[in-house]
């Protein structure tokens, strides 16, 4: 019996829930969870367990809904063949009683005489003759009040009789609808306006003084005679004008250096600045809706909307405007204006916080049950949105990625409209300068950095001084950028999160261009000379110069502070995805709770900020991407056992891509001019190559001179030279690169290397793994995580384009400018280039334009005529070759 009025009781709750699912979850809840403020943890098993009861209680249920179901419907069946009989018979009962009715009147009419019933009709005639006249004796009456109007209150006037001349004024007033609609209706009109006109001309002096003197019973007394008179928002402009004298004279009186563009001159410390005296003046205005919180409940029947409209009529009668002296304030501080206006911003929401406080007094005074009434009808909802927030069947894994959308946060902000008024008048001005926070906070960082490089210019530092500046400005400028989101959140709330990356991302590429600008120009001045000794003894034999050893350690030197300002980078970056993770998390929390939390200072605020351009899709889009990206890579169910090792988790989409991208350019300018340093001797011994005199031999290839002048046949010719000296150099280059093995700057940003691109990379670690190494290290790129990179990876990545770099140059600028070759010198040159083919190979070097050439210079002429009378478009190298060889 228990269990059937337990399932009773369950059936029951059900009908007192719209959606299905909020009955499930709150079914299934612990009651002891109830009264306290965090809900109990849910062990899944007792949930499997209460899951179990209630589908046992629910498939009871629904067998006796089918048992009752099936009864009714047999109740039913069996009584339909009785309701015809049962409507039958009441219809002929009420034909029977309708005939019986029919004889009773009939009997009652010839029962009174006709005499009685005429004597009756003339009686109701004369009523209804007596009720119209009566109504025309009033409406008489009424026009002949008017006549009379205009003496009777213009003596009550003079005798200072104001309430009695307001109620006979009020009673000519609900007459006037009398004359609607005739030709008297305009002059009585005129009449009621002008003797209105002079009882408040006749009040205006005597309320005056009433509201000086704080004499609430007065002001009392006087706010009921203009009610009477229809002339409530005058009394109420009479009241705010005089008790806001005081602090317009307060904002009037006192000039301000910052915000007056008259007083510029005059020296600062001379004149109170803006920043100094609005705390000074929301105290004064603090101290007086104080005072008048007090006479306001007294006076007038709406209190708070009464201190609303006088804070809103307050702020609008300032001269000058607050919105003109927010603008001379920050015309007047330029780039650095952000600051100056958050600190205004700061001292208007304190002002805000405490007219808020105000406000609660004023509606606990003016109703005190209110507080109680509230406290009553709030216990239930707030019961419901504790249990609404635990755990939910209904809620999925995938949920959480659903952010409120541009429109959803008005839910968030909506309150009532009184106490919306007056803070959206003191935070308007605002809103123009919150919408540009871009362009301020990019303002304040350019002129922050602007700062940073005089000081550098002033300094004078030294090129080898250079790297070590380019880290410390690094941590010059990223301490500068740590204040952006500080700035951010105090000035727009959030809202501008995408403003803020912009800006950010715009600041950093300007400092890393400055530099990449600043590298270009410095390698092609001549730099302080910086000798090692190492290389020097290893690498003697090498032909570069001790200004050459300089520019190859200053070059990476500049690609290890490269990657000391990338890993700054992805710290900040991580700073800056994890607040903006809380704005979104702030921004869902108003949205699903707004009674608790609020996204700006006071409502107010909030709506103006949600309502603004700031609240777009972008903003959007950016709260979702970083987001779902910190979702990924931190999963709620990371703690559970898993039968697999996790996959691992992808990189997040980068913030910053500018800034990325200018850092690659720095980096690849640095390894542009380290590779031209390295490739400098070669390209000297080329300087003369193209204008060798054995491109030009009439010699016979195939034979030799001996000293006796005896022609001995020869099987191959030996190399130039120059080609030899540049082999020689190309091989050396791998000894060059373990001499910096251990700099780790080598590694930096590898796919910006001329010619290596990510797939040879994959392709080199992929072959480097098959073979053990002793010795690997953890290097970093540009665009990925610090991954497992050995050194011989790095130093075949290096190899492989300074041999194309070389070989590039050897085919696009040495090779074209032969100016002719004969047979000899075809196979002198054919000679060189399937040497160098051999050395480059040796350094895992490919070149499809040396193949080229080489293929190109040894063939004879009717394979060449051939290939070029093939009816397509001939080859480059080809059409250079047939020119020097003379074969067109």
Not at 16 to 22: A, I, L, P, R, T
Not at 326 to 352: M, N, P, Q, R
Not at 565 to 572: A, H, P, Y
Not at 776 to 794: F, L
């Amino acid at each position: 019996m228990a269990d059937r009025t337990s399932t009773t009781q369950i059936i029951e709750t059900l009908e007192q829930y719209e959606d299905v699912v909020s009955w499930i979850n709150d079914t299934l809840t612990p009651t002891e969870a109830d009264d306290t403020s965090t809900p109990l943890a849910i062990d899944l098993a007792d949930v499997e367990h209460q899951i179990s009861q209630l589908l046992t209680t629910l498939d009871i249920a629904a067998e006796d809904t089918s048992t009752q179901l099936e009864r009714i419907i047999d109740d039913v069946s069996r009584g339909i063949p009785r309701l015809a009989y049962d409507l039958h018979f009441m219809k002929d009962g009420a034909s029977t009683l309708q005939n019986a009715l029919l004889g009773v009147l009939q009997r009652s009419r010839d029962a009174v005489p006709k005499e009685t019933s005429d004597a009756l009709d003339n009686l109701h005639q004369l009523d209804a003759i007596k009720g119209r006249m009566e109504a025309s004796r009033e409406v008489l009456r009424e026009a002949e009040s008017w006549s009379t109007l205009e003496h009777e209150v213009t003596s009550l006037i003079l005798e200072k009789s104001y309430a009695k001349a307001a109620e006979r004024l009020s009673e000519a007033s609900r007459s006037m609808v009398v004359f609607q609609n005739t030709p008297e209706y305009d002059p009585r009109r005129t009449l009621m306006v002008n003797l209105q006109n002079q009882l408040e001309a006749a009040l205006s002096t005597a309320l005056v003084s009433a509201i000086n003197a704080q004499d609430s019973n007065a002001c009392r007394d006087y706010f009921s005679i203009f009610s009477i008179i229809q002339r409530e928002s005058e009394f109420r402009n009479y009241y705010y004008a005089s008790r806001r004298s005081s602090l317009i004279s307060l904002w009037q009186n006192n000039p301000l250096f910052d915000c007056d563009p008259q007083l510029t001159s005059i020296r600062e410390g001379a004149l109170q600045g803006f920043a100094d005296f609005l705390p000074k003046f929301y105290a004064t205005f603090v101290s007086l809706l104080n005072t008048e919180r007090t006479s306001i409940t007294d006076i007038f029947p709406d209190p708070s909307i009464t201190l609303s409209q006088f804070i809103s009529s307050t702020m609008m009668s300032l001269q000058p405007t607050f919105p003109h002296r927010l603008t001379s304030y920050s015309s007047h501080y330029g780039e650095s204006t952000l600051v100056h206006l958050i600190s205004a911003l700061k001292a208007t929401e304190e002002f805000a916080n405490g007219v808020e406080k105000i406000m609660e007094k004023i509606k606990y005074a003016s109703s005190p049950s209110s507080g109680a009434q509230r406290q009553n009808t709030s216990e239930k909802p707030q019961t419901h949105r504790r249990r609404s927030s635990r755990m939910s069947l209904s809620l999925r894994p995938t949920q959480h990625k659903s952010l409120p959308s541009a429109i959803g946060l008005s839910k968030a902000v909506a309150g009532p409209i009184e106490s919306m008024e007056w803070d959206q008048e003191l935070f308007q001005p605002f809103l123009d300068f919150q919408t540009d926070f871009a362009s301020l906070e990019r303002r304040f960082l350019e002129h922050s950095l602007l700062e940073i490089i005089s000081s550098d210019t002033r300094d004078k530092v030294q090129a080898s001084d250079r790297p070590r500046l380019f880290r410390e400005r690094a941590v010059d400028i990223f301490g500068i950028a740590e204040g952006s989101m500080g700035r951010c959140k105090a000035f727009t709330y959030g809202y501008g999160a995408v403003g803020l990356v912009q800006a950010l991302d715009g600041f950093f590429q300007s400092f890393i261009d400055m530099w990449t600008a600043e590298v270009q120009t410095e390698s092609n001045n001549p730099s302080s000379v910086i000798k090692n000794s190492d290389s020097d003894y290893d690498l003697s034999d090498m032909d570069y110069s001790p200004e050459d050893w300089s520019d190859i350690q200053l070059s990476l030197h500049l690609l290890s502070s490269a990657r000391n300002v990338f890993d700054r980078l992805s710290t900040f970056e991580t700073k800056l995805r994890a607040y903006i993770s809380q704005v979104a998390a702030h921004f869902r929390l108003a949205l699903n709770d707004p009674s608790s939390f609020q996204i700006a200072a006071t409502k107010g605020e909030s709506q103006l900020l949600e309502q603004s351009a700031l609240n777009s899709a972008e903003l959007h889009a950016l709260l979702i991407g970083v987001e779902n990206d910190s979702n990924s890579r931190d999963s709620p169910f990371s703690s559970s056992l898993r039968l697999q090792p996790p996959a691992p988790a992808p990189s997040p989409h980068p913030l910053l891509v500018k800034t990325r991208k200018s850092l690659a350019a720095f980096a690849q300018t640095c390894q542009t001019s380290t590779t031209s340093t390295i490739l400098s001797p070669l390209r000297n011994h080329l300087a003369g190559y193209a204008s060798t005199p054995a491109w030009s031999s009439t010699a016979d290839p195939n034979l030799g001179v001996s000293r006796n002048d005896l022609r001995v046949p020869t099987f191959s010719l030996s190399h130039t030279e120059t080609v030899q000296r540049v082999a020689e150099g190309l091989l050396n280059l791998p000894r060059l690169f373990e001499v910096y093995a251990d700099d780790d700057a080598l590694a930096f940003s590898l796919e910006t290397l001329p010619y290596v691109e990510s797939e040879m990379l994959q392709s080199l670690s992929e072959q480097n793994h098959d073979i053990p190494s002793q010795q690997s290290r953890r290097r970093s790129s540009i665009y990925s995580k610090p991954s497992a990179i050995d050194a011989e990876v790095v130093s075949s990545a290096w190899l492989i384009s300074l041999g194309h770099t070389f070989l590039e140059y050897l085919t696009s600028d040495i090779l074209p400018a032969i100016p002719s070759l004969s047979v000899t010198g075809a196979a002198q040159l054919t000679s060189d280039l399937e040497y160098l083919s051999n050395i480059v190979r040796a350094l895992n070097v490919e070149h499809g334009a040396l193949e080229k050439w080489r293929t190109y210079v040894s063939m004879d002429l009717d394979e060449a005529l051939k290939l070029l009378n093939d009816g397509g478009e001939p080859d480059p190298v080809l059409s250079r070759v047939a020119k020097i060889r003379g074969w067109r």
